[in-house]
């Protein structure tokens, strides 16, 4: 059976499809195959990025929520339908739900915190719609505007982080019949008459929706809980097979939501292979690898935050706005005439580790646009790279000038002191952007010029291929991989031991980031 829902996950809106698959050997008859629960929102306009999620443990803030729930947590409640019957057949649009609680409770109740928005609920779903939480069984449930026809309704209780209770007895489903059901050329309706939806219009009356929802609003005490149904039917649901209720994710996810998500469901009629059964849960994310669920319990899964990508897209803005200014700066007389070297093709602005040279080369930078490429330096950097596993797209590289320094004969020259000093604030302001962990400087000129960032008293001879502590990050000072400095200050061999701290320091950060 396939249960697909689209949610707001850590990178991207994302589709969760979870199906409900019998093992080798087990019976494959299954009459459910065709019910779904399903929860939609709008697809995206772009190509979905490709996301890696990971199977966490629950957040720690669910775990402070549980602690403080006393035995809540071990309940078992129960429920049973007061209203609507199995197989009733209901005249008008409007279906009341009653529920009856019961079970071993431990305090369990449904009710809505009003501070937190939060609180003990059940999930109420309809067809193939998304679920509704109802919290307050002294009143019932309105499904409102259901169209005519057979409906499925399903109910089971939850937990305010809506987690399912997974007892015996929890859920519970029943199949109703209306006659003479929503009308779609109508306005749809709150319970207290307040007009929810003009369906014939329903553009021109937003801002009329907005207006009567504030209304509503004032009255919300008085006014039972509800949801206007879409038009939907139910499926054929043998309720003897194996059934997949699909729950969460759901919606759209902000802030520190995002950082893991849930992933639940229930299971009725049928055990996994992990608990003695026949089944397996397969669930896949934007149509990526499949993966497998042998036991009945939610996952948690986590990957790149929401924050995060927002956080890359201004940082790419931010970097093409820098780009732009060193582009059009002229403080250096000598150098009026060059372009800096500082464009996207510096590598990713997001990089935790960022190498920083000298200055262009005539033949490397200056020419090809890309820092350490295109002449000796750039292919002993490259093969330093690769011995420690390190990929350009992996780094960030900029220099410590960002023009190529000449002299009168055209040939590369060392940059001067005031040279170096005039591009200082580009040089802060690349740091302070990307925000490396780790920072790694190639020669003397570029080990020197970070004392304008945040001061230090490092020399080259004294630190060369140590990880030290700078500005808060990690440094490895490095010798320049251009062919004068191998044949006469660092050769291969101690070159190629240098670049290991570079590896020493990536990890090192890494732990931290886990720490």
């Not at 939610?298 to 201004?314: F, K, Q, Y």
């Not at 080369?361 to 390190?390: C, E, H, K, M």
């Not at 040939?411 to 591009?423: I, L, W, Y």
């Amino acid at each position: 059976m396939r249960f697909s829902a689209r949610a707001f996950l850590p990178a991207s809106l994302c589709a969760v499809v979870v199906a409900l698959t019998a093992a080798a050997c087990a019976p494959s008859e299954n009459a459910n195959s065709n019910t779904t629960a399903t929860t939609n929102v709008s697809p995206p306009t772009t190509a979905t990025p490709v996301q890696t999620l990971s199977e966490v443990e629950r957040p720690q803030k669910i775990k402070d929520l549980m602690a403080s729930r006393g035995a809540q947590d071990e309940a078992k409640p129960t429920l049973r339908f007061v209203e609507p019957r199995n197989g009733a057949s209901i005249a008008g649009s409007t279906v009341k739900v009653r529920l009856a609680l019961g079970g071993d409770l431990k305090g369990y109740q449904p009710h809505k915190d009003p501070a937190t928005g939060m609180g003990n609920h059940i999930h109420v779903i309809l067809d193939n719609q998304p679920y509704e939480a109802y919290y307050n069984l002294g009143e019932p449930f309105e499904l409102r505007n259901v169209a005519a026809g057979k409906h499925t309704l399903r109910v089971f209780a939850s937990r305010p982080w809506h987690e399912s209770y997974k007892n015996d007895g929890s859920f519970q489903m029943v199949t109703f019949t209306v006659a003479g059901g929503g009308d779609a050329t109508k306005p749809t309706t709150t319970a207290t008459g307040q007009t929810m939806a003009d369906n014939r219009n329903a553009a021109a009356n937003h801002n009329a929706n907005s207006a009567n929802a504030n209304a509503a609003n004032t009255n919300a005490a008085a006014a039972p809980e509800g949801k206007d149904m879409p038009a939907s039917q139910g499926g054929d649901v043998d309720p003897s097979k194996a059934l997949l209720t699909y729950s969460r994710p759901k919606g759209e996810y902000k802030g520190a939501d995002t950082d893991a998500i849930m992933i639940d469901f229930w299971l009725s009629n049928g055990r996994l292979t992990g608990d003695g059964g026949d089944y397996r849960v397969r669930y896949t994310v934007d149509g990526g690898e499949a993966k497998y669920l042998d036991q009945w319990a939610p996952i948690w899964l986590a990957g790149d935050s929401m924050d995060s990508m927002i956080n890359a897209e201004r940082k790419r803005t931010l970097f093409a706005a820098l780009a732009s200014e060193a582009a059009a700066c002229r403080r250096c007389a000598a150098m009026c005439g060059r372009t800096a070297v500082l464009s996207e093709r510096n590598g990713d602005p997001s990089a935790r580790v960022m190498f920083v040279g000298e200055a262009p080369g005539r033949q490397g930078g200056d020419r090809t646009r890309v820092p350490f490429s295109g002449d000796q330096s750039g292919r002993n950097f490259a093969r330093y790279l690769d011995s420690i596993g390190l990929l350009r797209a992996d780094i960030f590289i900029t220099n410590a000038v960002l023009c190529n320094p000449r002299k009168e004969s055209g040939a590369n020259r060392k940059p001067t002191g005031a040279e170096v000093k005039n591009c200082a604030e580009f040089l802060r302001r690349q740091i302070g952007l990307v925000d490396p962990r780790v920072v790694v400087t190639l020669g003397a000129v570029s080990l020197a010029a970070l004392s304008a960032v945040a001061y230090h008293e490092f020399t080259l001879r004294e630190c060369a291929g140590r990880v030290v502590e700078w500005g808060g990050r990690l440094l490895v000072p490095l010798y320049h991989p251009s062919p004068q400095v191998l044949a006469s200050h660092r050769r291969e061999d101690a070159q190629l031991r240098d670049y290991r701290a570079v590896a020493r320091a990536l990890g090192r950060e890494a732990l931290s980031q886990h720490a």
